[in-house]
């Protein structure tokens, strides 16, 4: 039987254009077979949203030798369910979401159009990863990142993930990391959240902007500690979300 | 000081139209004071997703003795942040999301709007909870539920909800409940997700659609088991999605 190369998924909800995803795929290209299956258009704040009022379509865009690339109208949920049932012929070895423009670390796991996409692979028993690089920019540097970004998915490839878990990963901007540090979840809270462009005198229109609020003194263990101190911070996620001692606590409550 | 009412925002993802919504109005005006601001379309299958490529605009719908109504062009996590900030004149005491028309136990919370809601109320350090019935008709029967649905709120009104966490509740389709557990997230998975309907000889659209798949034999302590037997299911949900056994053992991975 002959050896196959590891099958990478890879999906984001940037966009199939985006820089993020382009430099993603030069990275992890020594490292498997590549299949991209990323949304039409940038489908940032996606969360875990699926498309469940409309069909969605998905389209090859180029192919080489290791490489294909599919863009697809829904969401990056959508894109991986699609990847899995139509598009692959095989089961991936590894999914991942990104590059993001943007942080996701702390709670912004819950609006993550990326950690959407590592999420719906984990639920599908993959070992998946979301990565981001804390810039908005278009154009943003991906380079520095490179290294470590190669180092986690090999790792992952070579040692797999326990079941219901999958990694999040995000690189702070700098020219000198400092290495990776593996973290929890950081606590605090958007504020600040709208600002009101009132258009046309109606003053009930709002952009979603807002301000990241951090608990103070920031927890060493925390993925914004490492992200203020020049790491890449790994953050485990469980899609099990239980709270098991609420659960515990509230057998007597009825 | 005056002894103000309890005040309860509540949202959905089935839209502000939907039949859910007003059921859940109308069985918990006598618990306190209801503000409403819910999407202006359906929207299910939202999850946590906000919107950030366009501004967002509300508008009240009526206003009467203890409940107001509004419309809001966004997402079922938008709604909630934006009552927040902009209609909301004191922080609510409870933050709703349902009476959704389907099942949101397992790992659809992963993809719910309802459980969007619940999350974003929890973020924001509110107690909050998702109400789903089994059921997508959207005539469905709520009736049966109301007594326990009830019961729960003036529950978590009482005694409050520990930070991070929120309740995820969803509701069998009988007339003969069985009454009220509380569960952990059943585990399993969705299998054939997608039905081709291809346009102009098109194979490439589809339609999201699925079975879920338990692990059998359920674990009687899933929300999945409650449900199967006839009980309201409550399974409390956490905000901290760090896998912490996996993050100490990733420890040595690099």
Chains 1, 2 share one sequence.
């Not at 999040?168 to 959240?193: A, D, F, H, R």
């Amino acid at each position: 039987m002959e050896h196959q190369r590891p099958l990478i998924l890879i999906s984001n909800d940037d966009g199939v254009v985006a820089k993020g995803i382009s430099e993603l795929i030069n990275m992890l290209r020594p490292l498997g077979e590549i299949v991209v299956v990323a949304p039409d258009a940038p489908r940032s704040g996606s969360a875990g949203a699926i498309t469940v009022t409309q069909p969605v379509h998905y389209q090859l865009l180029r192919k080489e030798v290791g490489v294909a690339v599919y863009k697809c109208s829904g969401t990056p949920v959508d894109c991986v369910k699609l990847a899995l049932h139509a598009i692959l012929d095989r089961t991936p070895d590894l999914v991942i979401g990104g590059i993001n423009h943007g942080d996701n670390s702390g709670m912004n796991v819950h609006y993550s159009g990326t950690m959407g996409v590592a999420i719906e692979g984990c639920l599908k028993g993959i070992p998946s990863i979301g990565f981001s690089l804390c810039s908005h920019e278009p154009n943003a540097n991906f380079e520095p990142g490179s290294p470590y970004i190669r180092e986690i998915v090999q790792k992952v490839l070579d040692k797999g993930l326990p079941p219901l878990t999958c990694l999040n990963v995000n690189i702070p901007v700098t020219t000198e990391l400092q290495g990776i540090k593996v973290c929890k979840q950081s606590k605090g809270k958007w504020t600040n959240e709208w600002e009101n462009f009132a258009h046309r005198n109606d003053d009930h229109y709002y952009w979603l902007v807002g301000e990241f609020a951090d608990e103070l003194p920031l927890d060493p263990q925390s993925d914004h500690w490492a992200l203020a101190n020049g790491y890449v911070a790994i953050t485990p996620v469980t899609v099990d979300v239980t709270a098991y001692p609420l659960m515990n606590d509230m057998q007597t409550w009825f």
